[in-house]
T-cell receptor
Framework: DVKVTQSSRYLVKRTGEKVFLECVQD?????MFWYRQDPGLGLRLIYF???????EKGDIPEGYSVSREKKERFSLILESASTNQTSMYLC??????????????FGEGSRLTVL | AQSVTQPDIHITVSEGASLELRCNYS??????LFWYVQSPGQGLQLLLK??????LVQGIKGFEAEFKRSQSSFNLRKPSVHWSDAAEYFC????????????FGAGTTVTVRA
């Protein structure tokens, strides 16, 4: 069974702290994504990666960075957390391209609260 | 750029009744279209997708959706709702010029009453 695992389900951090959100997929997918989910706004793409060490900005990359050193792992980094980054963060992976399969596989989410 | 509108924020339906969730998209050409479902505390799961061909698409859990180009719509339907269908539903659109990016709607929360 395919699996995307987000290591932290719930995190509480203080303003200014550095935050790491980790995501691991076991499907050997080329593409991985970080989305932010907020009520009334749906999912917004922060960053995605189509290969190891490759990354592309999504719609809302400000205040975030990412790292993909291994194919199976994609990390989201908040260099200095702020209260407006309190949100649910969803990681997803995709085999090949949307045109081929179209199916994103999602993790269960990491709920981050910044105080 | 593509975008998606889900006009209904919240829908309440009785168990056994039919359900229709609306989705309108904005895109210059024929898009890729998707419906995802998110059960409480879970990640999103693909219900169905439209790429081309037959405009009526069947998905998992008894759901179907119909692509209507003239109305720029991709509405999701289920003839008889079960209590386990209570969840949040997201419509998404993909671009044929960008093979990696999906744009999601704001979501519709479905409540099922006994």
């Amino acid at each position: 069974d395919v699996k995307v695992t987000q290591s932290s389900r719930y995190l509480v951090k203080r303003t200014g702290e550095k935050v790491f959100l980790e995501c691991v997929q076991d499907m050997d997918h080329e593409n991985m994504f970080w989305y932010r989910q907020d009520p009334g706004l749906g999912l917004r793409l922060i960053y995605f990666s189509y290969d190891v060490k490759m990354k592309e900005k999504g719609d809302i990359p400000e205040g975030y960075s990412v790292s993909r050193e291994k194919k199976e792992r994609f990390s989201l980094i908040l260099e200095s957390a702020s209260t407006n980054q309190t949100s649910m963060y969803l990681c997803a992976s995709l085999r090949n391209r949307i045109a081929n399969t179209g199916e994103l596989f999602f993790g269960e989410g990491s709920r981050l609260t910044v105080l | 750029a593509q975008s998606v509108t889900q006009p209904d924020i919240h829908i309440t339906v009785s168990e056994g009744a039919s359900l229709e969730l609306r989705c309108n998209y904005s895109y210059g050409a024929t898009p890729y279209l998707f419906w995802y479902v998110q059960s409480p505390g879970q990640g999103l799961q693909l219900l169905l997708k439209y790429f081309s061909g037959d405009t009526l698409v069947q998905g998992i859990k008894g759901f179907e959706a119909e692509f209507k180009r003239s109305q720029s719509s991709f509405n999701l339907r289920k003839p008889s709702v079960h209590w386990s269908d209570a969840a949040e539903y997201f419509c998404a659109v993909g671009s044929r010029s960008n093979d990696y990016k999906l744009s999601f709607g704001a979501g519709t929360t479905v409540t099922v009453r006994a």
